[in-house]
């Protein structure tokens, strides 16, 4: 196993601890492995949703998706564990 690998997975541990953190569970992990799917645990209040994530190990980044308004998905996408736990302490707990 090279550095590399062993980097990327503990960057990927990261990134699925801070999403527990932040209310979400898996949902889903594609056939190959390299994706893994999270929903929010509670629904956004206002439009009734469930933010979703895309964890991608192959880019080593994890995209979130929400409905500002019914109808208009917006996402961020984070390269780094620390960026995403900023933007979860930013965001208003619905």
Known sequence: MTAY????MDKLQAFQAAARE????QVEES???TVLWFRKEA??????????MCMDSLTNSVTVYWASVPGKIDSKTFRSVSTL???FALRPVH
């Open 85 to 87: 736990q900023e933007w």
């Open 5 to 8: 690998t062993v980097s990327t």
């Open 31 to 33: 056939e190959e492995g």
């Open 43 to 52: 629904s956004d209040t206002a439009t009734e949703t469930h933010q979703r």
């Open 22 to 25: 932040g209310g979400f569970v």
